[in-house]
């Protein structure tokens, strides 16, 4: 055998070996990047399936509520914007002037002062009057609720909620059905998560509320002053990539809870109150595009209600 056959033939035997050794290793590697995939997509199908039906951050440039409003009332919110705007504008002038009156840095430096001061709360007034338009929403939609009425037309309910569903994190130490969040994305905006629920007359009738698409119109009635109780319930959420948690108060739905429901009057089949032939049909309220149901909290006791089917989701 020659030199070169020889070098050739331990060449090829420490390829093998070499791929030999390296083998388990991969195998070990490809089998952990499988195990992590596997983990990936079930989590990925756990936060699908862990969706409410009302799950969604909600940006107030583009209020849903704001369907409600006629034409006049429109105007209405667009005079109290304009006015927010011009109320800053003539703040600002006002301080231009006294700083230039009691500073004497000369129009020049106070100018260059008074723009940088006020480019820094442009952002900041936006929110607060965003916030303030909505709230104001709000109110004229809640003025003018109408009666009871057939399948399809215009109604609103008062009432205690019955849970049927839990948020898997308590709210300042007590379960709830859903809650209301200030957030911020591309613009000031509310996250709203909701189950379904039952509501509850004062006469002991239960009406059927499907939240999908509704709006939730209420002032802070939690602090959620427990940060790491915060973190974990933020965490809990799932909110929107680039979202954010602005505030530290949140509106909160819990079982026995006096609200207003305004929406449509719909006769749905109750998948959850089932016989042997088929599923009983109850009245229901909701959601009819474009016009979302809306969720009002009312000046009322609270009454613990009897719980049907509660779990978490």
Not at 53 to 69: E, G, I, K, S, Y
Not at 253 to 263: F, K, N, S, Y
Request: net charge positive; proline share 7%.
């Amino acid at each position: 055998m020659t030199v070169h056959e020889e070098m050739r033939r331990r060449n090829v035997k420490a390829k093998r070996e070499g791929v030999a050794s390296r083998t388990p290793a991969t195998w070990r590697a490809g089998s952990r990047s499988f195990l992590l995939f596997r983990f990936v997509a079930q989590w990925a199908g756990m936060t699908q399936e862990a969706r409410r039906p009302l799950h969604r951050l909600t940006p107030l440039r583009d209020d849903p509520a704001a369907v409600w409003l006629t034409p006049p009332q429109r105007l209405r919110i667009t005079i109290a914007g304009w006015l927010s705007w011009s109320s800053f504008g003539l703040l600002w002038f006002i301080c231009w002037v006294t700083v230039l009156v009691l500073f004497r840095m000369g129009m020049m430096m106070t100018s260059v002062y008074g723009i940088m001061a006020g480019l820094a709360l442009v952002w900041p007034v936006r929110r607060m009057i965003m916030r303030h338009l909505s709230a104001k929403v709000a109110g004229i939609v809640r003025a003018s609720t109408p009666a009871m009425g057939a399948d399809g037309t215009l109604v609103s309910v008062v009432g205690w909620i019955r849970a049927r569903e839990q948020l898997p994190e308590a709210v300042a130490g007590e379960p709830c059905i859903g809650l209301a969040l200030a957030c911020h994305q591309k613009y000031p905006g509310v996250l709203e998560t909701l189950n379904d629920f039952d509501l509850i007359d004062e006469a002991g009738q239960a009406v059927l509320v499907q939240v999908a698409g509704a709006r939730i119109l209420g002032t802070s009635n939690v602090n959620l002053t427990d940060d790491k109780a915060r973190r974990l319930l933020i965490a809990s959420l799932d909110l929107p990539v680039g979202a954010v948690a602005t505030g530290w108060d949140a509106f909160v739905l819990r079982d026995g809870d006096p609200i207003m429901a305004v929406g449509f009057k719909q006769t749905t089949l109750d998948p959850t109150q089932s016989n042997l032939r088929s599923p009983p049909a109850r009245t229901s309220l909701g959601s009819v595009p474009p016009r979302p149901l809306l969720i009002f909290p009312i000046a009322a006791e609270r009454r613990p209600t009897s719980p049907v089917g509660i779990g978490v989701r």
